[in-house]
């Protein structure tokens, strides 16, 4: 049985379970109110001392940290290795994009959103221009590119999507950047468990609306 505890809204936990569709895991998921500190528990510091979400316990071995959560899922569920290929060049090109992820894309989200979201804080311009810097490079990367990292869907290409589609919810304009518009189009079409990626979403949507 694999456990996840999670919060619909999130796009770590959205790509979590986008991957786990595409290897066929069922996910037991547990929800998690962090507004009521449910993460602070003594049973969940337990499995998670960092107390963050996701966390995947897989019969008793617990892993946070989405992206890690990803490789793992591919490397141990997955039928063949398509969504994170063993070739050494091939995954360098795809850890190099969820780096991308995790350092600059998302964490331009988290900055400049989630300030105002949970904290009333007013829009910071500087920090908003990082978003538009950190779209104008994936708009580079894609460049006659229809995936993210090499010529099929990969871990790389999920981890993005759940990011881009948030952009989508906080009424970001991604259609400024073609080629990621044109990626983002065609990721939402190919990539398992979009559905349930966008009901999560339209949930996160409710603190921009």
């Not at 039928?79 to 050494?88: E, F, I, N, R, V």
């Not at 989200?109 to 104008?136: C, G, L, M, S």
Request: aromatic content about 14%; hydrophobic content about 40%.
């Amino acid at each position: 049985m694999v456990d996840f505890y999670y919060q619909p809204g999130s796009s770590p936990c959205r790509s979590v379970i986008m991957v786990a569709k595409a290897v066929g895991v069922q996910l037991n998921k547990k929800l998690l109110n962090l507004q009521a500190g449910e993460q602070l528990t003594p049973e969940f510091l337990k499995i998670n001392p960092q107390h963050t979400i996701p966390t995947l316990v897989d019969n008793g071995f617990a892993l946070w940290e989405s992206r890690a959560i990803l490789v793992y899922l591919v490397e141990k569920y997955g039928k063949t290795d398509s969504l994170y290929p063993k070739c050494p060049k091939k995954r360098a090109l795809i850890n190099q994009k969820l780096y991308f992820d995790i350092g600059t894309l998302y964490q331009s989200f988290a900055n400049y959103y989630y300030p105002q979201v949970f904290a009333n804080a007013p829009a910071d311009p500087e920090a908003f221009k990082k978003i538009e810097a950190a779209f104008e490079l994936l708009n580079t990367f894609l460049e006659g590119q229809t995936y993210v990292a090499g010529d099929s869907l990969t871990v790389a290409d999920i981890a993005i999507l759940a990011t881009v589609s948030s952009f989508e919810v906080a009424k970001f304009d991604i259609s400024k950047y073609p080629n990621v518009n044109k990626w983002y189009q065609n990721a939402k079409k190919v990539t398992p468990g979009w559905d349930e990626n966008w009901a999560g979403c339209l949930e996160f949507k409710k603190y921009f609306d």
